[in-house]
Each structure stands twice: as structure tokens, then as C-alpha cells.
């Protein structure tokens, strides 16, 4: 019985109703509010799954899609780029509806925006560098932690 309430199955459906709360929000608040709020959830999810303390990229890297797993939100790829580290993320959580997809996929980075910078901080990095979208679709979003 047990093994039913952590199947996959049992993840999309709570994935479902988070599209389905932040497409009712989107109905009844500007995008900006909807985006500072889901931005504010990242942090928070970030500090509920909290990383180590990985002293290399590859090990925070591991973390993190150790923990994104976990919350079935995808996976990250970390590539450092002299002035910025890139956060490629895919297989978020996608949006069947295709008239609030788009809209999806801004809220869904400002949700990883937020989780990523309290990741980064929570492993040392400094309040002057910060993540922002650089480019999003239906399947990626990139990232970059770089100086704001």
C-alpha cells in the first residue's frame, strides 16, 4: 500500500493541481504578483529540500537533481561559464492547456529562479550574484547565476 502513495502517478497529479492553483491565480492577479509569489515558493521549496555543503560543481549538481527528482520537477544541467554559471532545466512539469502554456512556463522559471538562488546561497554564494530566465520553451528553460 505504501508503495502506491510515492508511485509516479501519485506526483503528476499533485503537479496537475499546482498548474491548475497557478493558472486560477493567474485569472485573479497580475502576472508580476503571480511571479514575486511562485519566486517566494521556490525559496521556500529550497528551504525545505535544503543541499549539503558541495565544495564542487558536480557534487552541488548531483544535489540538486537529487532533489528535483525527488519533488518531480525535472532535472538541471550546470555549466560554468566564466562570468555566469548556465542552468539548463528540462522535463519540468508541462501544461496540457496550450491557451496557458506559455504562460506555464514564465511562472515555472519564476518558481525555479527562486529555488535555484536559495540553493546557490544556501552553498555560499554571494547575495550580489542572482539567477534570471534567459530562455524558456515547452521543454527547457535556461538559466543564468551571475552577477546582477
Not at 532533489?67 to 522535463?91: N, P, S
Not at 522559471?109 to 550574484?129: D, E, I, T, V
Request: aromatic share 10%; glycine share 8%.
Amino acid at each position: 500500500m505504501s508503495a502506491f502513495f510515492v508511485s509516479e502517478n501519485q506526483g503528476r497529479g499533485m503537479l496537475e493541481l499546482l498548474i491548475l492553483m497557478v493558472q486560477k491565480m493567474s485569472r485573479n492577479a497580475s502576472g508580476e504578483d503571480v511571479c514575486d509569489f511562485l519566486y517566494d515558493i521556490g525559496e521556500d521549496l529550497a528551504k525545505h529540500y535544503p543541499l549539503g555543503h558541495p565544495e564542487r560543481l558536480g557534487a552541488l549538481h548531483l544535489e540538486m537533481n537529487d532533489r528535483l527528482k525527488a519533488l518531480g520537477l525535472g532535472v538541471c544541467e550546470l555549466t560554468d561559464c566564466a562570468q555566469a554559471l548556465k542552468i539548463v532545466h528540462r522535463k519540468g512539469p508541462v501544461c496540457k492547456d496550450p491557451e496557458f502554456a506559455a504562460d506555464w512556463q514564465r511562472f515555472f522559471a519564476a518558481l525555479l529562479c527562486g529555488l535555484y538562488n536559495m540553493w546557490f546561497y544556501q552553498s555560499g554564494a554571494p547575495a550580489a550574484l542572482g539567477c534570471k530566465v534567459d530562455s524558456q520553451n515547452d521543454v527547457t528553460t535556461v538559466l543564468y547565476f551571475k552577477k546582477r
